[in-house]
Every structure is written in structure tokens, then in C-alpha cells.
């Protein structure tokens, strides 16, 4: 069959490469894809906006498409699986009314709180005085969220009240993230460690796949802006099989019940970002109902089942009976960004040592990158995330390393710490 995805990032690339190992798939289409797709065997770009329903419904009736699989969260939200199910196209993903999972963080913690899960104390607001007198009035450090869809970059940890009074200026006066910011909510600061639990749901059934942990800060030591994602791996050694069984019985399965009985059942990827307090307990920092991204490329290296049978097992209900096998290796990912992400940051710089970095062990996933003249440049922030195999953490991390040594381009930097948590829990 031929199947298509939308989206150009690194999470697209692993899962167009991934796919196209499935002996079922004759060809992966990716709209509109990146060097890396334009690259990778069997898979093809088609110049489309992967937020252009409209287009994207007419290419996949035209070419006979029969599986599509949406990438990015925005097409989600506005409704690409709705419409494209609603031509009689088999799409995984949630329906708009589930996806509001992730495009309204008020909406969530609504379902948080009707199915009993963890999660942090929070006020929310739409006018600016009212959220500046709350603010006033509680301790710091404290999490102001824009409610909308910021691309990653709508939480800001404030550590003073003067951060805080900043951040809903930022997003109520000054409408820093635009509509999205249009509503915020003041949280309370977990301490722990952030994990990410990522599962595929059917509706009714919840298969969790392999833990893994992203790294959301810019700079070492999980300081600075964040961002998108610097970097991940999996497994993360803070889900240990005891915490992993309490989220699927308080958080998960609970969850996917509310959204049953609210009339609008999940079905995709539900990505739960979690905080591990320090004595073991998993809170809800907030949803995702797609893969993430860096996390996604560790994830695809460590499959082994075909992602095929996941997605249709998914789609058709019965995850209940379905598996996932894992490599028993860890994998690990570098962030390779340019200079000035998340901030403004040139493009078309030349990427040199590609070709190096790749080998059984190791895969350089594109994100930011195009084509120009036959060579690959850089066009976006987060410009590749050069993922590796290894026994543990710290040889998954080693060669993770090398290969990106082995690649330059004017303005790089990584973050030079993706797995020290990690690290630090022996043995690795």
C-alpha cells in the first residue's frame, strides 16, 4: 500500500523510515518532507503544506493513498483526520475533539481532573490584572502556560515573581504567542525528573510504548530557553516497571475513560509528559497527541515490531491483542541546532559529514534541512537529531557524539549532556 505522512521534522523522517521497512508498504509519500525524506529509500517528498487539508485530501484521493499519517499537532487539532475520514480515508490520529487534549491546556487539566489523575494545582485567566494580583499572591518558583498550540515554547518556568508578572505580560498585553496565549494558566512548580510516556489508544485499549526522555532546555544543565527538544533516549531509567504500572492504572487508562464518556474517545498516539517526584510519584505536566519529537527517533531505532501492524491494530480497535517488540539496546539522540534557535537564526547554511555519521548503528533524522543545487543546507532550528544505538546510555551516547563530530555546518551547537540523568543511575 501507499502510505502518507505530513510534516517535514525529525519525528516525520524516523517515521517515514521506519515505515518504509514494512515489506505491506510499496511507498511512503511525506508532505512535504525534508532532505533526509528526499534521501531515504522508498520514500518520496510531495510539495504540500502539511496544513493544507484541502490539498493534502485531493493528493491522497488522486494517488489512491490508503493509510495517512499526520505528523504535526496543528493539522490534528483543526481536524485533518476528520476530514480525511469523512472522505472514507483511513487516518491515525484523534478527531479534532480529542486532539483538544493538547490545543487547550485548560481543556486537559478539565479531563484531568474528571478522571482523577495527578497533576499540578493550576489557576487560569484571560485578563492580565486578575493574573498579576495571583501571581502577587503565591510563592515562587511558579509554571505560567499559554493554554493554545506555541510550537514547544508556551511554558515558561518562572523562577522569581518577576518572571512570572513578565511571562503574562508577554502573552496577555503583548500576545507574544498570539492567539494561543489569548488564555494562560498559572501553575504550581513540580519538582522531579520529566519522563515522557508515550502510547498508542484506540479508543478503548492503551499499548504504551518503550519510556524514553526528552530534554527540553537549550543549554546544559537544562538551563536556558525552552525549545522544542534538544535531545532524547530510551529507555529513561526513571520508569522503572512499578512507576510505569501506576501510570497506565492513575493516568492512562483513566484518561482515555473520560475522553470515552465525554463522546469524543482518543484514538493515536497519547503522549502524557510527566514529573517523577522524588518518592516515585508520576504527576501530568501536560499532553501531546502525537509523537514527540526528538523522542520519536530513539523510539523508531528501538522498534521492532513493523509500525505498520501498530497503526492498523490501532485504527481497527483491537490494540488489545497487538505487541510491541523493543531492541534491548538503548538509543540515544543529539539535537544538532542553529545558532540562535529558538530565538531568529540564518538559513541555508551547508551540512557537510552526512554521509559519515550514518551506519547501522547511528542515524542522522533531519528536521530543518532542504536541498539546494544537490547539496543539503540548513532551514530550520533544530536542523538534525543524529540518533545511536548502544548497550547503554553512555555507549549509545558516545557514538551519538561521534557522528556529531563528524558533521558541521556554520552556527551549530548541541547541548552536551543529552543522558545525564540517565548517567547518573547506575549501571549505564
Known amino acids: 500500500m501507499k502510505a502518507l505522512i505530513t510534516g517535514s521534522g525529525g519525528r516525520e523522517h524516523a517515521l517515514a523510515w521506519k515505515l518504509a521497512q514494512s515489506e505491506r508498504i510499496s511507498e511512503v509519500l511525506v508532505a512535504p518532507g525534508n532532505a533526509g525524506t528526499a534521501r531515504e529509500p522508498g520514500v518520496c517528498n510531495v510539495p504540500l503544506d502539511a496544513a493544507d487539508q484541502e490539498r493534502l485530501l485531493a493528493y491522497a484521493l488522486a494517488e489512491n493513498i490508503e493509510l495517512v499519517v499526520p505528523g504535526p499537532e496543528a493539522p490534528l487539532v483543526a481536524g485533518l483526520v ?6 472514507g480515508l483511513r487516518c491515525f490520529g484523534p478527531t479534532a475533539a480529542a486532539a483538544r487534549l493538547e490545543g487547550s491546556k485548560g481543556f486537559a487539566k478539565e479531563v484531568l481532573e474528571a478522571s482523577g489523575a495527578p497533576t499540578a494545582g493550576y489557576r487560569e485567566f484571560t485578563a492580565l490584572e486578575p493574573a498579576l494580583r495571583h501571581v502577587d499572591e503565591r510563592s515562587a518558583p511558579m509554571v505560567v502556560k499559554a493554554d493554545g498550540l506555541a510550537a514547544g515554547k508556551g511554558v515558561i518556568i518562572a523562577e522569581t515573581h518577576d518572571e512570572a508578572r513578565a511571562a503574562l505580560r508577554g502573552m496577555l498585553e503583548r500576545r507574544t504567542f498570539g492567539e494561543a496565549g489569548c488564555r ?8 522531579g525528573e520529566e519522563a515522557s510516556f508515550i502510547a498508542l489508544v484506540d479508543g478503548e485499549h492503551v499499548l504504551p510504548l518503550a519510556s524514553s526522555q526528552d530534554h527540553k532546555a537549550r543549554d546544559d ?15 529513561a531509567p526513571v520508569l522503572d516497571p512499578a512507576v510505569e ?13 473520560a475522553m470515552r464518556g465525554n463522546g469524543a474517545p482518543f484514538r ?3 503522549y502524557a509528559g510527566l514529573m517523577i517526584s522524588p518518592e516515585g510519584d508520576p504527576r501530568v505536566l501536560e499532553f501531546n497527541v502525537r509523537f514527540g519529537d526528538p523522542e520519536c527517533q530513539p523510539l523508531m531505532m528501538r522498534l521492532k515490531t513493523d509500525l505498520l501492524d501498530l497503526i492498523e491494530a490501532t485504527l481497527a480497535g483491537r490494540l488489545d491483542q497487538a ?7 538503548c538509543a540515544l539522540g543529539v539535537v544538532m541546532a542553529s545558532g540562535g534557535y529558538p530565538g531568529s537564526y540564518a538559513k541555508g547554511r551547508r551540512i557537510t559529514g552526512l554521509d ?13 534541512t532542504a536541498e539546494e543545487e544537490g547539496e543539503v543546507v540548513t532551514s530550520g532550528g533544530r536542523v538534525l537529531c543524529v540518533t545511536a544505538l548502544g548497550e547503554s546510555v553512555s555507549k549509545a551516547r558516545s557514538r551519538a557524539y561521534k557522528a556529531v563530530s563528524a558533521i558541521s ?20
Request: charged share 25%.
Open 323 to 329: 505487541r510491541a517488540s523493543w531492541d534491548p539496546r
Open 409 to 428: 555546518f556554520d552556527g551549530a551547537f548541541c547541548r552536551s549532556d543529552i543522558g545525564a540523568r540517565a548517567l547518573a543511575r547506575p549501571p549505564n
Open 221 to 235: 544543565g537544562d538551563r536556558g530557553p525552552n525549545t522544542g527538544g534538544m535531545g532524547a533516549y530510551s529507555p
Open 356 to 368: 559519515s555519521a550514518d551506519s547501522p548503528l547511528v542515524k542522522a533524522f533531519h528536521a530543518g
Open 245 to 257: 504500572a501506576r501510570v497506565m492504572h492513575e493516568i492512562m487508562r483513566p484518561v482515555v475513560r
Open 184 to 191: 494562560v494558566l498559572v501553575e504550581d512548580f513540580l519538582e
Open 82 to 87: 476528520d476530514r480525511m475520514e469523512k472522505a
Open 268 to 270: 493515536g498516539v497519547l
